[in-house]
């Protein structure tokens, strides 16, 4: 069965930071991997996808992925984080048209 | 473009009671799919569909049943409503062009059995 584990519960960063938030899944076969975020009181909007191709993805509000197939992960990275970043972040693997997520990542960004 | 839409937003059940949660789409997409999600957890497949007329079980389908008779409704029925199933609920909808697929969410419907 397709897992996702997503490292990290919480990730504190400070405003214009850096910030890393790592994915890791499980499958043996090809896989279509997703980031969606969620704002407080949301439903989930897609950051980015990876289907095939180049290994590094670029999504919206400047974030970025790169798909590892050697370590199996597809962590989420951004140069410079905004308050506004403040959500909940899951991860997600893709077979048959359904998806398995992580338990997600609160990014808390601090001013 | 209305996308996904859920109703109602909020509901608040008592123990045993049964109720319908509403999902509708307006993308002609043939998948669509029913999720919870509880703290600390992700969201978990509740049961999804790959047209009208087929469903089919997720990871935690025990308590809820689904039906699909059209291409544009997935509504989720709660049979007997039990404090275990207080989450919230998203429903989503998805298409499949070739190499291309990509997920689409309600708002969300935020159940709370008492």
């Known amino acids: 069965a397709q897992s996702v584990t997503q490292l990290d519960s919480q990730v504190p960063v400070f405003e214009e930071a850096p910030v890393e938030l790592r994915c890791n899944y499980s499958?043996?076969?090809?896989?279509?991997l997703f980031w969606y975020v969620q704002y407080p009181n949301q439903g989930l909007q897609l950051l980015l996808k990876y289907l095939s191709g180049s290994t590094l993805v670029k999504g919206i509000n400047g974030f970025e992925a790169e798909f590892n197939k050697s370590q199996t992960s597809f962590h989420l990275r951004k140069p410079s984080v905004h308050i506004s970043d403040t959500a909940e972040y899951f991860c997600?693997?893709?077979?048959?048209?359904?998806?398995?997520f992580g338990a997600g990542t609160i990014l808390r960004v601090k001013s | 473009n209305a996308g996904v839409t859920q109703t109602p937003k909020f509901q608040v059940l008592k123990t045993g009671q049964s109720m319908t949660l509403q999902c509708a789409q307006d993308?002609?997409?043939?998948?669509m799919s029913w999720y919870r999600q509880d703290p600390g957890m992700g969201l978990r497949l509740i049961h999804y569909s790959v047209g009208a007329g087929i469903t089919d079980q997720g990871e935690v389908p025990n308590g809820y049943n689904v039906s699909r008779s059209t291409t544009e409704d997935f509504p989720l029925r709660l049979l007997s409503a039990a404090p275990s199933q207080t989450s919230v609920y998203f429903c989503?909808?998805?298409?499949?062009?070739?190499?291309?697929?990509?997920?689409?969410f309600g708002q969300g419907t935020r159940l709370t059995v008492v």
């Open positions: 989503a909808s998805s298409y499949q062009q070739g190499a291309d697929t990509e997920a689409f």
């Open positions: 499958s043996s076969v090809s896989v279509y």
């Open positions: 997600a693997v893709e077979y048959g048209n359904k998806l398995v």
């Open positions: 993308m002609n997409h043939e998948y």
